[in-house]
């Protein structure tokens, strides 16, 4: 039996797609966390390549 995906890499692969990634920032800043805030914006630099990807 195949394995499924855990949460985080289905999140993960979903937060790859700028419109989801934008979708679940929202809905974290309306949550009005700033643990969570960090978090979910953790999640979105590890789906785009990890944050070498951001630094110029």
Known sequence: ???S???????IE???YPLEAAAYIEV???????KMLSK???NVIEAKGGI????V
């Not at 070498?52 to 630094?55: A, L, P, W, Y």
């Open 1 to 3: 039996m195949p394995k």
């Open 5 to 11: 995906a855990s949460y985080h890499e289905k999140l």
């Open 14 to 16: 979903d937060l790859k």
């Open 28 to 34: 974290i800043l309306e949550e009005g966390d700033p």
């Open 40 to 42: 979910a914006l953790k």
């Open 52 to 55: 070498e990807q951001f630094s």
